[in-house]
């Protein structure tokens, strides 16, 4: 089966640490807007120079600056034998511009994993990180803008059945397993 999987969960939630692993399982890209963007930033390309305040606040980057970059990126030679999301689609809007892109192509996402951990781990996980947006004020916004922006998003897959929950409060290694079971 190819794998086209959408990772979704709190800042936190293990999305990164578990795309990295299951890209190398999967041979598959791991596609990070995170990464993408940090990465812009630090080479102060004009992307890069646009998203730091957003990023610095906890705020989501608008969607015009996110949307062309996910579809360059989906359409890369690479791409075309699957790919994990990590952190897209952060809104409703970006869920379906993906639906379209998607279907334009003629694809579909194969599984949506939705990462569940409580808000006190999430936060004492990103407090023991060092990240630049890894502060008391920002994590406090991005879970805000967690909660109103994106856990919306966690519906709009459930209506269309493809959205998976794993429990992601664990071992890394155990939430790794479901994920496999949960994928296979
Ligand atoms: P992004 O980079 O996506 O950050 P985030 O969603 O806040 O999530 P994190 O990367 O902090 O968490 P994660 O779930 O990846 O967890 P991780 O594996 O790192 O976005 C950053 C910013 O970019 C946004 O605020 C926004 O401004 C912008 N942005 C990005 N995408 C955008 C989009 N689509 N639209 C608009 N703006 C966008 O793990 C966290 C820590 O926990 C690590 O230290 C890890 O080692 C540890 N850990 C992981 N799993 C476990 C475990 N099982 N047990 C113990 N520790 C664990
Ligand atoms: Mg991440």
Known sequence: MTKRLIFLGPPGAGKGTQAQILSE?????HISTGDILRTAVTY???LGDKAKGYMDRGELVPDDLILDLIKDRLLQSDAAKGWILDGFPRNVAQA????SLLAELDLAA???LYLAVPDEVLISRLLS???R???EATIRRRLEVYRRDTMPVI????????LKTIDGDG????????LKEAIA
Do not use: G
């Open 110 to 112: 194969d599984r949506v």
């Open 25 to 29: 399982t999967y041979k598959i890209p």
């Open 44 to 46: 102060k390309t004009p």
């Open 96 to 99: 379906k511009f993906l639906n």
């Open 155 to 162: 519906d709009f897959y459930q209506e269309q059945s493809t």
């Open 171 to 178: 071992a890394m290694e155990n939430v790794t397993s479901a």
């Open 129 to 131: 990180r060092q990240r």
């Open 133 to 135: 947006d890894d502060n």
